[in-house]
């Protein structure tokens, strides 16, 4: 396989897609794709390998073939039911001679149904898709000697792509480098274990995919270490893009309400079966078998009648509404069921770090061995002072100037300039290190070059330091003057002073007295109570670099540098939104890393937490039972030292006592945890790739309050889906009581056709639901505590509302019903003997255009409410009334739906009926608010 040649440039031969990479050293490697481990690849090679190789992505061969999507409309059971009633009225029709009218109009209806499900369904596919795209997650890479942040789906082969703890690969690769790499590759091999990857091994063409431990493969994960490496496949060339089995992204799940909604499918379709067999029988037994066609006929509208065939469009666009609302409001939806169930949610247990707080760190204080300084300066433009204490000291001290080298060299971020503005790549709270060591004038750029990393122990969240190994030239650095080596160790203050039996005082170690370590500790808790992040530093002289797997035993006899105390501050919007959970009954916990005493002023700042509040740490997690915890987490709001496994016991905890728990997490380790939760939220921006894929959204912005808003969202979805399905169901079982009662009462004939029955199913109750699915938040949302989401969807009076309101529907219409049949028979009238029915049909689609306006509230007047608030209802209104007169008076329509003209008195009297349902409706909701003030 070659490139294509452009202009007068030699063709470079490209290596053969699926080489057996692992026979090959990394130079060889790096020869083949013309790539330069320091600096990647240029701007011209880019181009013209994103030109042939195209974007690197997978083919979704998970979502649903547009043909699959097609047919599994008509195999919905309502649908099928309807062709059935389709084809036994087609017999009836044709035995008597007549145009099987209606059995058409229905096979056309459910073609159109399906048409529209179809159109509906793929637009939702499309939007999972978009949303797909935007979860897409980043890369970090090194081109034209820059290390910059790219979309995944530009990778080229060739680039050269640097690895951390938590990324999950987007292409396949040949190690160039790798610090105590382990990589999970059970999305590949289905091997649970991790495997130790490494970069200087050549292994045989036969070694198979797990044990070709110089590659990386593309949908694996990242759990411990660093590498650089070099990008050798991509999109579908990759092994797993081979055997195409992991999709990532967005997946689509039935969600809890699409699910009781099908089974309502199935409850409905049994019951009007039984209806159609019942009215059969009754009414053979009553007349005998000569009127046997016309119950037949009574019994097939009953049937469509008693199916709502708009209802599951409306579902799938009301979720679909409500996931693109909450993208709006920076919450990214991956899991379907999260639109509706986060409503219910009645806990939000979140991090501190970049959620609660901006992430943006600014190092305040710094303390070494003997003496506190002051830093000044904003942001991370290393613009500002360190001013001593005692300022005389500040030049001849060597004391700052160890502590500022191992900010710099114990550190994964980079300090970048760009335009005027300072900005970090990696972690804030490295980036806030570099900056403090640039206002001391030491650079990562300089240090890096005299002293390079040789190994590291990398940070985790459970051991709460890092700790890194220098090669020092002995004439850079006279203190290690007999070492080679120097090991520089930040993290948990706490933590990386027990390993410290020395301090560094004058330019020298000296020991660390019980006293001394008693002062550090109190100092710390100062600066933690007044919210600021504190980290301790130490080194250590090494004549060797430990074995890789006894890195951690070197994280002893450490020489204590000093504290630096940063201050990351909320972010200011959480304290309203911390107010607004509260309101909502939703209680707000703090779950962090971070110091007791940062968390506790921070989470006392932002209203969490009550200055005397107990507080658990991590340690007291570890000394209790689940039994206890089980006692305390309802008392408890801040977590603080806690590692990511005590996520999981919190939550499983919580979930214990029936609380239903969204949880924050950002690290390779706390996806147990957001697997648990009944929402898991990854974040957007700091959030590793292993974290996104196990939660149901993520938060785009990292930021709480949009958890809030996503709630608030999640809530005014479910009330809206139940708004309309009380709106559907009740005038489903107002038609069937009328069909039914038109026999029993005498009245000869049906008083709806089938036809008539699809059309108010569908478009006279389907736009204004479609309309109601749009209703913005009632005022209250955020006021009154959650609905349990295991409730069903008839609790809360629903059910009985839907009764009620179909019984009333039936009585208006039933009255209106017998006057129109007497009336039309009064001698001299002119018109259709046979309009009745078409009084009867108007009359409920004009009821139901009342009902839509006054459902919009449960305890709001339709005067109160400002119609405009959602113009949808009254445009969809006008148009279903528009259309329901065309169908009166067009005479095409008429004989289509078999319809009659109706004179101004027929039809003002219809008006005056479908008014009552308003009516009474409206009534209901003052004689509610009576009962209320009465209760109060
Ligand atoms: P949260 O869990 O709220 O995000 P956090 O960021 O403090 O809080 P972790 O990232 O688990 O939680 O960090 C735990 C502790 O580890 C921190 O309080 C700090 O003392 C230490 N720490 C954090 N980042 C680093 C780092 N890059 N290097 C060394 N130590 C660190």
Not at 402 to 416: E, I, K, P
Not at 551 to 580: F, H, N, Q, S
Request: net charge negative.
């Amino acid at each position: 396989m070659t490139f294509p040649t452009t202009s007068n440039q030699v063709t470079p031969a490209f290596p053969e897609i699926g080489s057996p990479w692992q026979t090959l050293s990394a130079q060889a490697s790096l020869e083949k794709f013309q790539s330069d481990p320091e600096k990647g690849l240029t701007q011209e090679q880019i181009n013209q390998r994103q030109q042939y190789f195209g974007p690197n992505e997978l083919k979704d061969t998970g979502g649903r073939s547009p043909l699959t999507i097609l047919w599994e409309q008509f195999t919905n059971i309502m649908l099928v039911m309807l062709m059935a009633v389709a084809v036994i009225s087609a017999v009836l029709d044709v035995r008597k001679g007549a145009f099987p009218k209606d059995a058409v109009a229905i096979f056309s209806i459910v073609v159109l149904n399906g048409l529209l499900g179809y159109l509906q369904e793929s637009k939702a596919e499309k939007a999972l898709a978009a949303l797909k795209n935007l979860s897409s997650p980043k890369v970090r890479v090194i081109r034209q000697g820059i290390v910059q942040e790219i979309s995944a789906k530009e990778l080229v082969p060739g680039d050269i792509m640097l690895l951390e703890a938590g990324v999950q690969l987007a292409a396949d690769g040949r190690l160039l480098e790798a610090q105590n790499l382990q990589i999970r590759e059970s999305a590949l091999t289905g091997e649970a274990e991790t495997v130790n990857k490494q970069a200087d091994i050549i292994l045989g063409e036969d070694a198979p995919l797990g044990d070709r431990l110089n590659l990386v493969f593309q949908g694996t994960e990242v759990v411990q270490g660093r590498a650089k490496v070099l990008v050798t496949s991509i999109g579908m060339e990759t092994e797993i893009g081979r055997i195409a089995t992991l999709i990532q992204g967005v997946e689509t799940e039935d969600t809890p309400l699409q699910q009781r909604m099908s089974q309502l499918g199935n409850v409905l379709v049994s019951s009007s079966l039984g209806l159609v067999v019942l009215v059969v029988i009754v009414g053979v037994l009553r007349s005998g078998w000569q009127n046997f066609e016309e119950l037949l006929e009574v019994s097939l509208s009953m049937a469509v009648a008693v199916v709502p065939e708009g209802l599951p469009a409306v579902v799938t666009v009301t979720l679909a509404i409500g996931t693109q609302r909450m993208v709006r409001r920076h919450a990214l939806i991956r899991k379907l069921p999260a639109v509706e169930t986060l409503g219910s949610v009645t806990t939000i247990c979140s991090d501190k770090t970049g959620t609660l707080t901006q992430n943006k760190m600014v190092v305040q204080k710094v303390q070494t061995g003997s003496y506190a300084y002051e830093v000044t300066g904003e942001g991370y433009a290393p613009q500002g002072d360190l001013i001593a204490q005692d300022s005389d000291e500040y030049e001849i001290n060597g004391e700052i100037k160890q502590l500022l080298t191992a900010c710099v060299l114990c550190n994964d971020a980079l300090l970048q300039k760009k335009g005027k503005n300072w900005e970090i790549i990696g972690d804030p709270t490295e980036g806030a290190l570099l900056t403090l060591a640039g206002k001391g004038g030491l650079y990562r750029e300089d240090l890096w070059l005299e002293m390079p990393r040789v190994a590291e122990i990398p940070f985790s969240s459970e051991r709460k330091r890092m700790s890194v190994i220098i090669k020092v030239f002995p004439e850079a650095d006279k203190v290690v003057n007999l070492h080679s080596y120097l090991m520089f160790t930040k993290g948990s203050p706490e933590i990386v002073l027990e390993g410290c039996t020395a301090v560094y005082q004058g330019n020298q170690a000296v020991h660390l007295s019980d006293d001394q370590r008693k002062q550090i500790l109190a100092q710390n808790d100062r600066w933690a109570a007044k919210g600021l992040r504190v980290l301790g530093f130490a080194s250590k002289p090494l004549s060797d670099i430990p074995e890789h797997d006894r890195g951690e035993m070197a994280e002893t006899e450490l020489i204590w540098l000093g504290l630096v105390g940063m201050l990351d501050a909320p972010r200011k919007e959480v304290k309203g939104a911390v107010l607004r959970c509260r309101e909502a009954g939703i209680r707000p916990i703090m779950i962090t890393g971070d110091h007791q005493l940062t968390a506790k002023a921070i989470a006392t700042e932002l209203g969490i937490a009550h200055p005397d509040d107990p507080i658990l740490t991590g340690r007291d997690l570890q000394q209790i039972t689940p039994t206890e915890l089980g006692k305390l987490v309802s008392e408890v709001s801040v977590y603080a030292r806690v590692s990511p496994e005590h996520k999981l016991q919190i939550v499983q905890a919580l979930q214990k006592r029936g609380e239903f728990v969204a949880m924050t997490g950002d690290g390779v380790n706390d996806a147990p945890a957001l697997k648990q939760a009944d929402i898991g939220i990854a974040m957007g921006i700091t959030g590793t790739d292993v974290s996104k894929e196990a939660s149901d959204a993520i938060l785009l912005d990292d930021n709480f309050a949009t958890i809030v808003a996503a709630t608030e969202e999640g809530r005014v979805v479910y009330d809206n889906i139940r708004r309309f399905i009380k709106y559907i169901l009740g005038s489903n079982i107002g038609e069937v009581f009328v069909i039914a009662a038109a026999p029993l009462i005498g009245l000869g004939g049906v008083p709806l056709s089938p036809l008539q029955i699809l059309w108010m199913n569908l478009v006279t109750d389907g736009l204004p639901a479609l309309a109601l699915a749009m209703e913005p938040a009632e005022p209250n949302v955020m006021q009154r505590p959650p609905y349990s989401p295991r409730e069903s969807i008839f609790s809360r009076g629903l059910g009985l509302y839907m009764v009620r309101i179909g019984i009333i529907f039936a009585i208006l219409t039933i009255i209106l019903m017998v006057w129109a049949y007497n009336y039309v028979k009064t001698p001299g009238l002119a018109g259709d003997p046979e309009r009745w029915k078409t009084m009867v049909f108007t009359t409920l689609c004009l009821a139901q255009m009342g009902h839509a306006l006054a459902v919009r509230s449960d305890s709001q007047l339709t005067i109160e409410l400002n119609p405009f608030s959602n113009p949808y209802v009254l445009g969809a209104v006008t148009l279903t009334t528009l259309l329901q007169i065309l169908l009166i008076y067009v005479p095409p329509l008429q004989s289509f739906f078999g319809t009659h003209s109706l004179s101004a008195t027929e039809l003002l009297v219809c008006v005056g009926f479908s008014a009552l349902m308003f009516v009474w409706i409206e009534l209901e909701k003052l004689v509610s608010r009576w009962f209320l003030l009465k209760k109060q």
